[in-house]
T-cell receptor
Framework: KNQVEQSPQSLIILEGKNCTLQ??????????LRWYKQDTGRGPVSLTI?????NTKSNGRYTATLDADTKQSSLHITASQLSDSASYIC????????????FGTGTRLLVSP | KAGVTQTPRYLIKTRGQQVTLSCSPI?????VSWYQQTPGQGLQFLFE???????NKGNFPGRFSGRQFSNSRSEMNVSTLELGDSALYLC??????????????FGSGTQLSVL
């Protein structure tokens, strides 16, 4: 069964600190892995998209890594800001002739002043 | 460029009623997909439309249906509403060119409450 699991479920960090969110997946055949940021009451916004051959991708203070062998990904946030408070969703795309997206349930991050 | 627009933003209905949600994609995007988001289940795929045709469908009952118009705007309909249909309904648009790393752009969603 295609599954995406994220940890931790929630996280509180102090402003200015770094943090790392985890994503493990059991998806086949793998196409790509995406990280989204979702502010409360808003739709998700794409942060990164990584294919099988990419093992790291950055978007400003966000850096995603992918280990296709262990089927793990992480999202590292550097020098956190209050505006980073949001849910972060890991999404894996299954290549079945068309794209099928499998969503994780997200990590809720709260950055405290 | 305007983003994905969903209307209405909030909706309150009672059990047994039906509801229609609307989504206007980014100009030039031909694919529109719909998702249901609940606190317990996270995001779940409903269906995708491309050039007025349903191209892909998730595992939802037939009470959930959709359509796409020639201008790529899409509507989603839920009939005979149940309490469990209370959720945030998100629409996403993309070019629809079939690229495996195609980026999705989400609207802000319609928050549906069924009483």
């Amino acid at each position: 069964k295609n599954q995406v699991e994220q940890s931790p479920q929630s996280l509180i960090i102090l402003e200015g600190k770094n943090c790392t969110l985890q994503c493990n997946y059991t998806v086949s055949p793998f196409s790509n892995l995406r990280w989204y940021k979702q502010d409360t009451g808003r739709g998700p916004v794409s942060l990164t998209i990584m294919t099988f051959s990419e093992n790291t991708k950055s978007n400003g203070r966000y850096t995603a890594t992918l280990d296709a062998d262990t089927k793990q990904s992480s999202l590292h946030i550097t020098a956190s800001q209050l505006s980073d408070s949001a849910s972060y969703i890991c999404v894996v795309s299954v290549n079945t002739g068309f794209q099928k997206l499998v969503f994780g349930t997200g990590t809720r991050l709260l950055v405290s002043p | 460029k305007a983003g994905v627009t969903q209307t209405p933003r909030y909706l309150i209905k009672t059990r047994g009623q039906q509801v229609t949600l609307s989504c206007s994609p980014i100009s030039g995007h031909r694919s529109v997909s719909w998702y249901q988001q609940t606190p317990g289940q996270g995001l779940q795929f409903l269906f995708e439309y491309f050039s007025e045709t349903q191209r892909n469908k998730g595992n939802f009952p037939g009470r959930f249906s959709g359509r796409q118009f020639s201008n790529s705007r899409s509507e989603m309909n839920v009939s005979t509403l149940e309490l469990g249909d209370s959720a945030l309904y998100l629409c996403a648009s993309s070019l629809g060119n079939g690229a495996l790393s195609e980026k999705l752009f989400f609207g802000s969603g319609t928050q549906l409450s069924v009483l």
